[in-house]
């Protein structure tokens, strides 16, 4: 498969970070790009206190301007499939191609985030403790067969960000999403000439809210199979596969 002739940026989720070697190995020659939202990674030290999922595609906006390259194929996925498509309707100069990746549609897809947003911040330190503790178990509650590579992965995910950010992302995605115009910002981005595409899990797809009309509306969708909601860590070479085959859709 031929590698695309613009730079791939992969927006991650709540949790943890799409930057591990190992999953951005799998795009072979590809030029990709795994930046870290506000709050994560090297940015973990940021205030959150405020963060809104408009700050979030407006730090995404700032990274793909820095690079100088001009229009990117933008990928994100779960909360980061949300981050994307506010910045595919903000700033269409900038994004070749939309791929959402079980990206937030609905409140239904922040069910989680939705939980968490409304805990007391001791609750929400006390639960990621928990999950540091044994994180073998917390990515494996997620699908994610055990190895080497994987429990490596779960430790630096569950690192790569403070309680604090986890419960403000939560807040401002589900904020977000359950306005009236989010949908209907992204039914006009899904009419625009902008391609438009859907990944899922094959396990986890029928719990991804998408409505009927952007399945309708999507130039391409891939259920990768045999993987769940955190494909990436499954198979990286399907979940490269997946991003790459909608890429080279015509």
Partial sequence: MHAPDKPIVLIHGLIGS???????????????????????????????????????????????????RGKVHLAGHSVGGAVSALVACRRPDLVETLTSIEGNFTLKDAFWSSQIAVKSDRKVVA???????????????????????????????????????????????????????YLADMRTLMRSAMPVHLIAGARSAAGWDVPDWAN??????????????LMMAEDPAAFANAILACLAYR
Avoid at 138 to 166: E, F, H, K, M, Y
């Fill in 18 to 68: 799409l930057s591990d070697p190992k999953i951005l190995a799998a795009f072979g020659s590809t030029k990709i790009h795994a930046p870290d939202l506000i709050g994560y990674g090297r940015h973990s030290h940021t205030d959150t206190d405020n963060l809104t999922l408009g700050d979030q595609a407006d730090h995404v906006i700032d990274f793909i301007s820095s690079l100088g």
């Fill in 127 to 181: 639960l990621i403790e928990d999950y540091r503790a044994d994180p073998d178990a917390w990515i494996a509650g997620a699908g994610v067969p055990r190895n080497d590579w994987t429990s490596t992965l779960a430790r630096a995910w569950l690192a790569n960000q403070p309680a604090a950010t986890i419960k403000a992302q939560a807040r401002a995605v589900v904020a977000a999403t359950g306005q009236q115009s």
């Fill in 216 to 229: 309708q509306l999507c130039d391409m969708r891939i259920n990768i199979p045999a993987t769940g909601h």
